[in-house]
């Protein structure tokens, strides 16, 4: 039988190696914003490179502690230290409540990085506009995207606060680990302002701000013959359609066009609102 106090010995032993290498990392970071200046100039996001990171986690990962801990741990890490780099808040939209807000931000952001609440969509959107490297939340449900969901009846498109250049977009969708049980499991879109560098974004998943003159059942399964999906939708009263589409990344703004309109949709206006890595499922 093993000793007791050896194994506790060999606990403290792996805790303090682990707070070691996380104050070697630390020292990483302070090189590595000597190198990019990021601390000075903007954004220290990228996309990509965090998706990727916690593909690895959960492709790894084994043994009996839970992957909701290993991934918390992970999001904390990467959060704190990216905002070391260069200091940012999360505003989030809580015009549905705040509490699954709240566990989303803290869950995938930690507690060292403020979190700032709103009451709409659009004041997330102009909160990071107005920011020099902020992120925004807000929650989004793609089963009442069939019919124009609550506050679209009012008109409210939010995604077109998307449009433009220079305008926030998307760049994640989150949780990036789906499974079911998620503790932090509310559908959530990440904004940012236009990353300093566009090969940080992640592509897999293209966002579409569309307005057009109907939307019908064969425009509906135009999309899904391109793989891609309603995100919202939106319809104000004695106007055109409005809808937010998500597409894969390999879908051009001419195959795009094309199907809506061979589908009667009419289409009148076309924009890119952002991008997101494709979620993992577990």
């Not at 998706?51 to 290993?70: F, Y």
């Not at 990216?82 to 869950?107: E, K, L, N």
């Not at 990344?249 to 890595?277: C, F, I, P």
Request: contains cysteine; proline residues 6%.
């Amino acid at each position: 039988m093993e000793d007791l106090a050896a194994l506790r010995a060999e606990i403290d032993r792996i805790d303090a190696e682990m707070h070691a290498l996380l104050i070697q990392r630390g020292g990483i970071i302070d090189r590595l914003i000597a190198v990019k200046g990021t601390s000075a100039s903007g954004s220290a996001f990228r996309p990509g490179r965090e998706a990727a990171m916690m593909r690895r986690v959960a492709e790894r990962h084994r043994g009996l502690l839970p992957l909701d801990t290993v991934e918390g741990i992970w999001r904390v890490i990467i959060a704190t230290f990216t905002y070391v780099q260069a200091p940012f808040s999360v505003h989030a939209d809580i015009s549905a409540g705040d509490p699954a807000m709240r566990d989303s931000a803290r869950f995938h952001f930690g507690f060292t990085v403020p979190y700032r609440p709103h009451p709409t969509c659009a004041a997330v959107i102009e909160a990071v506009a107005a920011s020099r490297g902020d992120l925004g939340i807000f929650r989004f449900d793609p089963r009442a995207a069939q019919v124009p969901a609550k506050g679209a009846a009012k008109g409210e498109a939010w995604w077109e606060g998307l449009i433009g250049a220079g305008r926030p977009k998307v760049i994640a969708r989150l949780p990036f680990i789906e499974r079911p049980a998620h503790p932090a499991g509310t559908p959530v879109f990440v904004v940012a302002k236009p990353l300093d560098d566009p090969a940080a974004a992640q592509r897999d998943w293209v966002l579409w701000a569309v307005r057009c003159g109907a939307w019908t059942e064969e425009a509906e399964r135009a999309v899904q013959g391109l793989y891609g999906e309603v995100v919202a939708r939106a319809k104000p009263k004695g106007e055109v359609e409005r809808l937010l589409l998500a597409v894969p990344g390999g879908v051009g703004t001419r195959q795009l066009a094309e199907a809506l309109d061979g589908a009667g949709a009419a289409v009148s206006s076309l924009d890119e609102t952002g991008s997101h890595a494709a979620r993992f499922r577990v």
